[in-house]
């Protein structure tokens, strides 16, 4: 049978063999293989993988479509491996298309065995669908989860060359908490150069970091970034929609002279 791995993305609905699904995407890793069979079962949408290419530096990780069916098992996630040393990673694309992708670590070695996968596992295999767990999230990454609740519910973000792009991150490492922001969007890079983030160009494109020691630090930076940007999205649509009411008032007097006329050649 035909292998499914052809690097375009697959219908989920569209699977019918959830076991060659997981075996062919998995590529060999078995516990990578375990999680996505249990995904599937679990009705729970993927959209990407890798178990790991040492020769091209791709460490292994999972993503996950941002929807809200899968809103509360990025919240499972985020609550059970928060301070396991891994990257969450938010992505909004000029497609609109966004999804939450959850990948080894800076510090991983290839030559170690990943458990990124069992670890994951682990969570889906106990996740409840009737629980809150962004209750259970701690206070920065309830922020954290707000400005990607934000991003995702604003209409202008994407769309009319708003931005291109939006990316926003959260990973423990070594010494501290790091959430990093990447946008095409100068407005809100602005906003996070307010909010005591740090720009980086060392990748040629510039991002915003901010790095803390501990989690009471992040809430402040956090909490006026997520309040920047849905204060911009409702200027946004402020504008857009007085734009579209001073667009309307001239078809609007059309209208009123056309039906004028109308009357007015029916009365003579």
């Given at each position: 049978?035909?292998?499914l791995n052809t690097g375009s993305?697959?219908?989920?609905?569209?699977?019918?063999?959830?076991?060659?699904?997981?075996?062919?995407?998995?590529?060999?890793?078995?516990?990578?293989?375990?999680?996505?069979?249990?995904?599937?079962?679990?009705?729970?949408?993927?959209?990407?993988?890798?178990?790991?290419?040492?020769?091209?530096?791709?460490?292994?990780?999972?993503?996950?479509s941002y929807s809200p069916e899968?809103?509360?098992?990025?919240?499972?996630?985020?609550?059970?491996?928060?301070?396991?040393?891994?990257?969450?990673?938010?992505?909004?694309?000029?497609?609109?298309?966004?999804?939450?992708?959850?990948?080894?670590?800076?510090?991983?070695?290839?030559?170690?065995?990943?458990?990124?996968?069992?670890?994951?596992?682990?969570?889906?295999?106990?996740?409840?669908?009737?629980?809150?767990?962004?209750?259970?999230?701690?206070?920065?990454?309830?922020?954290?989860?707000?400005?990607?609740?934000?991003?995702?519910?604003?209409?202008?973000?994407?769309?009319?060359?708003?931005s291109d792009y939006f990316q926003?991150?959260?990973?423990?490492?070594?010494?501290?908490?790091?959430?990093?922001?990447?946008?095409?969007?100068?407005?809100?890079?602005?906003?996070?150069?307010?909010?005591?983030?740090?720009?980086?160009?060392?990748?040629?494109?510039?991002?915003?970091?901010?790095?803390?020691?501990?989690?009471?630090?992040?809430?402040?930076?956090?909490?006026?970034?997520?309040?920047?940007?849905?204060?911009?999205?409702?200027?946004?649509?402020?504008?857009?929609?007085?734009?579209?009411?001073?667009?309307?008032?001239?078809?609007?007097?059309?209208?009123?002279?056309?039906?004028?006329?109308?009357?007015?050649?029916?009365?003579?």
């Open positions: 049978m035909e292998n993305v697959v219908d989920f609905h569209q699977l019918k063999d959830y076991e060659k699904a997981a075996r062919d995407f998995s590529e060999g890793n078995k516990e990578l293989e375990k999680l996505l069979l249990n995904c599937f079962h679990r009705g729970i949408q993927t959209t990407a993988c890798c178990g790991g290419h040492e020769n091209e530096n791709r460490k292994p990780y999972i993503s996950f899968n809103e509360q098992v990025i919240y499972a996630l985020l609550s059970n491996l928060k301070d396991r040393e891994c990257v969450f990673r938010y992505n909004k694309l000029a497609n609109r298309k966004s999804f939450f992708s959850v990948e080894e670590g800076q510090v991983f070695d290839f030559h170690h065995e990943s458990t990124l996968f069992s670890d994951m596992n682990d969570v889906i295999c106990s996740f409840d669908m009737g629980k809150d767990y962004y209750t259970e999230l701690p206070k920065d990454l309830q922020k954290y989860s707000s400005i990607l609740k934000n991003s995702e519910n604003d209409e202008f973000l994407n769309a009319n060359g708003t926003m991150c959260y990973e423990k490492g070594l010494n501290g908490y790091e959430y990093t922001m990447l946008t095409s969007n100068p407005y809100y890079n602005m906003m996070a150069e307010k909010g005591n983030f740090t720009k980086d160009e060392t990748e040629g494109f510039p991002s915003y970091i901010l790095n803390v020691s501990n989690r009471e630090m992040a809430i402040s930076a956090l909490n006026g970034l997520a309040t920047n940007i849905q204060t911009f999205g409702n200027k946004q649509e402020e504008t857009f929609n007085h734009s579209q009411s001073q667009t309307s008032q001239p078809q609007e007097k059309e209208n009123r002279f056309e039906s004028d006329a109308r009357i007015g050649k029916g009365a003579l």
